[in-house]
């Protein structure tokens, strides 16, 4: 999955698409180790474990589990990969710059 995910950070501007990474390993020197392992560039936050707050309040109750949210912040799709979710992120972005198009014209 890292390597899917290095290609999107690397394909899509920064200012319009961003992965945020929630750790849930069991130390913070493991998350820590995982980041640098797996050379992840974007940001991860490391959460306590398995049943950390923000697991907690995301309902994530398995792993990995992918959310992909639109500039307005709502969940737009849940659980995809691979092909379907290059398509999310692909729907998402014609959206946006579909939306500053129009605002661009008035």
Known sequence: MYPHERSLVEKHPADQFAIVG???E??????RDAVKKNNL???NFYDGGTSGPISTRW???GWPTTY????SGVIRYK???GDDLDAAIEALLAELNAREDDEGTR
């Open 68 to 71: 992909v949210i639109d500039s």
């Open 79 to 81: 659980d995809v990969r």
């Open 26 to 31: 069991s130390t913070i020197e493991a998350a």
């Open 22 to 24: 929630v750790n849930s």
């Open 41 to 43: 560039t974007w940001k």
């Open 59 to 61: 309902n994530v109750n």
